[in-house]
């Protein structure tokens, strides 16, 4: 079980958070645009300390260029990580076929950040039923079962991947 504390959020955040569930956010930005974040346990390739991280544009409008939105997704991240034992899954979305750009702004998000060298970024993609999936996990490089947790993660993709 995770604990992020929505008072230590919003102590950094650039918008204002709030807490709809036990670890699921909202904010509006300057635009207007909602958003949701959130983690939900996930057993599909390990039994525990799995999060699949989340977010919607509850909008559903364009969303423009807005740094806010990078700065607060990453003071809940950070807040999830203060934690040791947590791993963050990240699955992106394919329902406009715009995973793989999602899958690349991950990656420069975390490339950019600069607190990366403390954690570990791994991503796979897989083709099932003629879709591309891109998923990553991030962990702590401290996390306890560091290489047991790396380690199911890529087997699990490599026994789904069907092309």
Not at 126 to 152: E, G, Q
Request: aromatic share 16%; hydrophobic share 40%.
């Amino acid at each position: 079980m995770i604990h992020i504390s929505l008072e230590a959020v919003n102590l950094r955040s650039p918008y204002k958070v709030e807490q709809e569930d036990e670890n699921i956010f909202s904010f509006v930005t300057k635009h207007g645009i909602s958003y949701s974040v959130g983690f939900v346990a996930d057993v599909s390739f390990f039994d525990e300390g799995v999060y699949q991280f989340f977010l919607i544009n509850e909008s559903g409008s364009s969303s423009l260029a807005d740094k806010g939105v990078f700065e607060t997704i990453r003071v809940i991240i950070e807040e999830f990580f203060a934690q040791k034992e947590p791993v963050m899954l990240y699955i992106c979305d394919t329902t406009d076929m715009r995973q793989e750009y999602r899958d690349r702004l991950f990656r420069i998000w975390f490339e950019t950040y600069e607190k990366n060298d403390l954690f570990s970024l791994h991503s796979e993609g897989m083709t099932i039923d003629n879709v591309r999936y891109f998923s990553s996990i991030l962990l702590r490089k401290d996390h306890p079962m560091y290489i047991k947790v790396i380690s199911a993660f890529h087997d699990f993709t490599k026994i789904h991947n069907q092309g």
